[in-house]
């Protein structure tokens, strides 16, 4: 929803515009641009985590499969978490508590999202036989890429932005109307006059290219050490909260504070500090590709030669996908990237 700026114009550089609606109609069917970012970025996730879960040795389909208990649980998480921390919005006075299910105008909390999603993944990970840390491991670089870009989401909604600016990449904001009462509608109506009432730091921005850069860390280190035991994860974590702190003090929409401080630059502080104790205490090497198999689904021509190959597969895999080969974890092998007494052993 769209934070209260100051409305005073301010000269325009070589501004960003915002796009002057985020939602499109076939007949009565809403097209709304932020779910089209978010259902985008979940199947980027699922799509590139099966790749990487298949390069370590696990089997094709696995991800799908856990993400059908993962992502509805994330999803519920993250609204869960968006309503407990900004309930004056749907409990406060004049206000509708039924809009606690209006998810397409957004409100998504990421903590609620990786904590509920994780209970989802560790059902499913349990119904299919394969380790939890493991499984994050895979997926976590994909994880953070469907953020990424579902902040473009926030970009056709006109929110999560900062305080005004004169930065030739500031943000232009438009006031959007409903075309046909004229009365305000910031994330259903569309723009007629495109004179920005404000030109703000485009903060949403900021953390969809800090994203990246996490993006490209998390494949760096995990094919430079061979990461494993959920610490790919937890580097995710680490990286990610450490970005939004920074980027959570600039934004100027309402949000719940402790003492003059947003509530979610306290929470990615206290999740920081446990994804990096989390990479200091746990250690050992990546796990057996053989571990990762699970149990069998009826379409698995599962024998003993299958479960035999299942190194050689992961390296064949890990190929196409630029991924440390999923070698036996006790021979050393020439030119190997792992370092002796490199160790290896999750998000928020």
Same mark, same amino acid.
């Given at each position: 929803?769209?934070? @209260? ?25 809403? !097209? ?5 970012? !978010? ?10 985590? =099966? ?13 799908? =499969? ?5 992502? #509805? $649980?994330?999803?519920?998480? &993250?609204?869960? %978490? ?8 749907? $409990? &406060? ?16 909390? !990421? ?8 209970? &989802? ?39 999560? %932005?900062?305080? @005004? ?13 409903? #075309? ?21 730091? #485009? ?43 920074? *980027? ?5 929409? #309402?949000?719940?504070? !402790? ?6 630059? %306290?929470?990615?502080?206290? *999740? ?49 996908? &630029? ?10 092998? @020439?030119?190997?990237?792992?370092? @002796? ?8």
């Amino acid at each position: 929803m769209t934070a @209260p700026v100051s409305t005073s114009a301010t000269a325009v550089l070589a501004n960003i515009p915002s796009p002057d609606r985020g939602v499109w109609f076939l007949g009565p069917i809403p !097209i709304r641009a932020y779910a089209l970012c !978010i259902i985008a970025g979940i199947v980027v996730a699922i799509l590139w985590g =099966d790749r990487r879960w298949v390069a370590r040795g696990g089997r094709k389909g696995t991800v799908t =499969d856990i993400a059908v208990f993962a992502v #509805p $649980f994330g999803l519920v998480g &993250g609204r869960l %978490y968006h309503v407990a921390t900004d309930w004056y919005r749907y $409990f &406060g006075p004049g206000e509708n508590p039924l809009d606690i299910f209006k998810v397409w105008e957004g409100g998504l909390g !990421i903590w609620g999202a990786v904590a509920l999603g994780a209970v &989802g993944a560790w059902i499913g990970c349990r119904r299919y036989g394969v380790p939890l840390p493991a499984f994050a491991d895979a997926v976590a670089p994909g994880i953070i890429l469907a953020q990424a870009i579902g902040r473009l989401g926030n970009w056709f909604n006109q929110e999560l %932005y900062g305080g @005004p600016t004169t930065l030739p990449w500031g943000l232009e904001i438009y006031e959007r109307v409903n #075309p046909e009462t004229g009365a305000l509608a910031p994330v259903t109506g569309v723009a007629v006059d495109h004179t920005p009432i404000a030109v703000v730091h #485009p903060t949403f921005l900021y953390e969809l290219l800090w994203n990246l850069l996490v993006v490209v860390l998390l494949v760096w280190a995990d094919r430079r050490f061979r990461m494993g035991h959920g610490r790919v994860f937890a580097l995710y974590v680490a990286g990610y909260t450490a970005g939004r702190v920074w *980027i959570e003090m600039l934004r100027t929409d #309402p949000a719940t504070e !402790i003492l003059g401080v947003r509530i979610n630059v %306290y929470t990615s502080i206290v *999740i920081f500090a446990l994804a990096v104790l989390y990479l200091v205490l746990v250690r050992g090497k990546r796990e057996d590709p053989t571990a990762l198999r699970g149990k069998p689904r009826p379409e698995d021509d599962d024998d003993a030669s299958v479960d035999g190959k299942a190194g050689t597969d992961a390296a064949t895999h890990s190929g196409a996908e &630029g991924e440390p080969e999923a070698h036996d974890e006790g021979r050393e092998h @020439p030119g190997s990237n792992s370092e @002796p007494g490199s160790e290896s052993r999750e998000k928020s």
